[in-house]
């Protein structure tokens, strides 16, 4: 395609703001769906190679590396990382023991992550499939992440084939199930599909339980309603990681992290506004904060106001297409 042709073509698109449609084109590739991960990608492709047709359910591929480094480096989640440690070396020390020919107890990998949107929820589970799989636990470490909507169908009879399909994509590797708790009305009624879906799930779960493992995922009350309706739930779901909020100080570490894998960088007077600006969210969050995505918002926001900024600039240097001012930042919030 002849770009000088369209920009000539066009008269009102300038530089700069065919900068702007590169930059956010750039950013829809590189900044992460969900929170402080820049290794992770996602791929729509089931596990034998297939594309994924329901948009709701994506596949992820094992990815190499260590992921207990990668699970290090996560910005925060101090808890969350001894949770999965401790786990990690509970099944190497039981492994060890059915070695020896000792008694070991019965154990469930399947897992309860609770907190709010962004706090990491996903990029752990993630790192928990390729730690299973580095145990030994799973043969692939691959991870399925649907919700309600990827298991539950809209007539009769066809929910359990759906989950079912799901359930198949999953098999040697991790389904993680997002704000699980959609799948049971609120008032109890049951008058909906969602029984089939759990019921579907508990069936396979037993039926595969040496590959599959299964991780939900949503806020903390919520779950405990989801798991306390079903007895089922109650005796495979045993073993709950919470993840909290992020402090002003942490979402500030993702801030710059998304600067550095975007090349970006601030200015003095620029940070100062931005730890203002984050500690002023915190202090007045609700329960829908979103956390690790309020931060990627306000970054892909910050972004965006620097080439509108320096839109009708001629000959920018290395730096003015690197830095974000304080009013860049100011309006990001915005």
Do not use: W
Request: hydrophobic fraction near 35%; include cysteine.
């Amino acid at each position: 395609m002849d770009f000088n042709k369209i920009l000539k073509g066009c008269g009102c698109l300038s530089i700069g703001g065919f900068a702007l449609l590169v930059i956010l084109a750039l950013i829809g590739t590189c900044v992460d769906d969900e929170e402080n991960t820049d290794k992770t990608e996602t791929v729509a492709t089931s596990g034998d190679g297939k594309e994924q047709k329901d948009s709701v359910t994506v596949v992820n591929q094992v990815l190499e590396g260590d992921p207990y480094e990668e699970l290090d480096g996560l910005i925060g989640l101090g808890r969350v990382k001894e949770e999965v440690r401790t786990l990690a070396n509970f099944v190497k020390v039981q492994k060890q023991r059915e070695e020896q020919g000792l008694k070991t107890p019965k154990m469930s990998y399947h897992l309860v992550f609770t907190g709010s949107p962004g706090t990491g929820k996903t990029t752990v589970a993630r790192i928990v499939a390729r730690i299973y799989k580095d145990l030994g636990i799973l043969k692939s470490g691959h991870t399925v992440e649907t919700d309600r909507s990827g298991l539950v169908a809209e007539y009769m009879g066809q929910t359990a084939i759906k989950t079912n399909a799901i359930v198949d994509s999953a098999l040697n590797g991790v389904l993680f199930i997002d704000e699980a708790y959609a799948l049971v009305p609120e008032d109890g009624s049951g008058r909906d599909y969602g029984q089939e879906a759990i019921s579907t799930l508990l069936k396979r779960m037993e039926d595969d339980r040496d590959k599959l493992v299964v991780i939900i995922a949503g806020y903390s009350n919520e779950m405990k309603r989801f798991i306390d309706s079903n007895p089922g739930l109650q005796s495979r779901f045993n073993r709950y990681i919470d993840f909290p909020d992020y402090s002003s100080g942490e979402l500030v570490d993702i801030f710059k992290m998304y600067l550095k894998k975007n090349q970006y960088e601030l200015t003095g007077e620029a940070e100062t506004l931005l730890r203002t600006k984050m500690q002023y969210a915190v202090d007045h969050k609700d329960r829908n904060f979103g956390n690790a995505r309020f931060v990627r918002n306000v970054f892909e926001k910050c972004i965006q106001e620097q080439a509108n900024r320096l839109e009708k600039s001629k000959n920018l240097t290395r730096k003015e297409l690197s830095e974000l001012t304080v009013d860049d930042v100011r309006k990001g919030f915005q």
